[in-house]
């Protein structure tokens, strides 16, 4: 229903505007000519408008780019700063860590990783915990281990999915047929050697895959996250939990971005009972960090196993993981930042966002949808929402996003530039959501004229 002759006019107009209102980040373009893509890593380029702003400084739901603008921060670092910028738990412990206590990469155990593994056990039933700086170590690692208690090669990824950078996960299905990725860079081997790919929601398929017997482990998102939101149908989990037992398969949950459904993450929220959990980003508070749990059937399996050497070069570890600073900033955050109070704040946030889009939607007559995962919700340009990742990604436009991404930013409102999810942390304020909201609903009228 939309002219794309005015997408195009649109567009080419919000360009101009940003290009003209950000001369400083424009021209620090310039400034990254021994940097790979021109930004300290490459994903940073793909903000619209032809350019990334710069940052000068952020503080809780607030960023401020070089040329003086602040704006109302809904990306939030793709959840990287979903505690907010720089919170004050975090800085304290931090402050603390690097000023009065004294050591960041000591090879030690501190205090702070003893309770930060406390809490993760509280809240998501696993009693073990290991620390990584990223969810894509932590899931390597976990992969890791399923495959060597399992004695089996492959691992079942859902198509379309998120799970950092792990090799194994960059696959597709076309045709039915396991493929790599568009745009991977450098696969090792063809992922069909080292991976089963299923649609998400699809548990005829699912049981299918599991049947040949070779996979060691499910590596699940609760929900789609990365190509915009797709949530489970009712009894999918319940069908993958027992699918999984049925097959002597190890079910991963990967709640990097899904921790977004409460303090304990879809798992808590969803009443699951994975045997293993990966998370990272935003458990830091903007510190690198990451972690994985075990259940105690899987930890004894992988300590009683003479052949596994978790200690050495088993692949298991690196020297920065679960360093003194960000296991300090792991306990901060999840005991006084991402607190069951902060959670209903936020999840309250994006309830309203939720209902005010879908009442302009439906005034407007746009054939979209938008789906909430807790304190994230993200549109989609198709309606009904989709249910699997083929119907999502069938659903990107390309055009769109560059329209609504440079509209919201021209009038100091950022989402995140991979796709349209707009998340809410403890320091943001109904004043934001209600910027967020007039401004999406002033883009849809210009759009439909």
């Known amino acids: 229903m939309i002219d794309r002759s005015r997408i195009a006019t649109l567009i080419k107009r919000e360009t101009n505007l940003y290009t003209d209102r950000h001369p400083a980040s424009h021209a620090a373009v310039g400034n990254g000519k021994n940097l790979l893509c021109g930004v300290p890593m490459t994903w940073m380029s793909k903000w619209a408008g032809g350019f990334p702003l710069q940052l000068a400084g952020a503080h809780g739901a607030k960023v401020t780019d070089i040329d003086g603008i602040t704006y109302s921060d809904f990306c939030l670092g793709d959840t990287g700063a979903m505690a907010g910028?720089?919170?004050?738990?975090?800085?304290?412990?931090?402050?603390?860590?690097?000023?009065?206590?004294?050591?960041?990469?000591?090879?030690?155990?501190?205090?702070?990783?003893?309770?930060?593994?406390?809490?993760?056990?509280?809240?998501?039933?696993?009693?073990?915990?290991?620390?990584?700086?990223?969810?894509?170590?932590?899931?390597?690692?976990?992969?890791?281990?399923?495959?060597?208690?399992?004695?089996?090669?492959?691992?079942?990824?859902?198509?379309?999915?998120?799970?950092?950078?792990?090799?194994?996960?960059?696959?597709?299905?076309?045709?039915?047929?396991?493929?790599?990725?568009?745009?991977?860079?450098?696969?090792?081997?063809?992922?069909?050697?080292?991976?089963?790919?299923?649609?998400?929601?699809?548990?005829?398929?699912?049981?299918?895959?599991?049947?040949?017997?070779?996979?060691?482990?499910?590596?699940?998102?609760?929900?789609?996250?990365?190509?915009?939101?797709?949530?489970?149908?009712?009894?999918?989990?319940?069908?993958?939990?027992?699918?999984?037992?049925?097959?002597?398969?190890?079910?991963?949950?990967?709640?990097?971005?899904?921790?977004?459904?409460?303090?304990?993450?879809?798992?808590?929220?969803?009443?699951?009972?994975?045997?293993?959990?990966?998370?990272?980003?935003?458990?830091?508070?903007?510190?690198?960090?990451?972690?994985?749990?075990?259940?105690?059937?899987?930890?004894?399996?992988?300590?009683?196993?003479?052949?596994?050497?978790?200690?050495?070069?088993g692949g298991i570890g690196g020297t920065l993981a679960g360093n003194a600073l960000s296991t300090a900033a792991m306990r901060a955050t999840l005991t006084d930042v991402l607190t069951d109070e902060a959670f209903g704040h936020m999840l309250s946030l994006t309830e309203r966002y939720e209902a005010a889009v879908n009442e302009n939607l439906s005034t407007t007559g746009l054939p979209w949808s938008i789906t909430r995962l807790g304190a994230r919700a993200e549109f989609r340009y198709c309606s009904p929402a989709p249910r699997n990742g083929a119907e999502s990604e069938a659903a990107e436009d390309e055009d769109l996003d560059e329209y609504m991404h440079l509209y919201l930013a021209n009038r100091g409102v950022l989402l995140t530039p991979f796709h349209n999810m707009a998340l809410t942390c403890p320091a943001t304020t109904d004043e934001q959501v209600d910027r967020l909201i007039e401004v999406f609903c002033s883009a849809t009228a210009e759009l439909v004229g």
Not at 184 to 191: A, L, S
Not at 239 to 256: M, N
Not at 291 to 297: D, E, I, Q, W
Request: glycine share 10%; with cysteine.
């Open 85 to 313: 910028h720089s919170p004050a738990a975090t800085l304290a412990a931090i402050r603390h860590r690097v000023m009065e206590s004294g050591g960041i990469t000591a090879m030690l155990p501190s205090e702070d990783a003893a309770l930060a593994g406390s809490e993760l056990a509280r809240r998501f039933g696993l009693p073990l915990w290991s620390f990584t700086l990223t969810a894509t170590d932590a899931n390597r690692w976990a992969i890791r281990i399923a495959r060597q208690v399992t004695r089996r090669p492959k691992i079942l990824v859902f198509n379309c999915c998120y799970h950092g950078s792990v090799d194994e996960s960059f696959a597709t299905l076309e045709g039915g047929v396991v493929r790599p990725r568009e745009g991977n860079v450098g696969p090792p081997v063809d992922p069909a050697l080292t991976t089963r790919v299923v649609e998400f929601n699809d548990t005829d398929a699912l049981e299918r895959e599991l049947s040949a017997g070779d996979v060691a482990v499910v590596l699940a998102e609760p929900a789609l996250t990365n190509i915009g939101i797709v949530l489970p149908e009712p009894g999918f989990h319940d069908a993958l939990r027992q699918l999984t037992r049925d097959a002597g398969t190890l079910l991963l949950i990967d709640e990097t971005h899904t921790l977004s459904a409460g303090p304990s993450g879809a798992t808590g929220a969803w009443g699951l009972d994975p045997d293993l959990v990966t998370l990272g980003k935003a458990i830091g508070g903007g510190i690198p960090a990451g972690a994985y749990g075990l259940s105690a059937a899987v930890a004894d399996r992988i300590a009683g196993d003479g052949e596994a050497d978790l200690i050495d070069v």
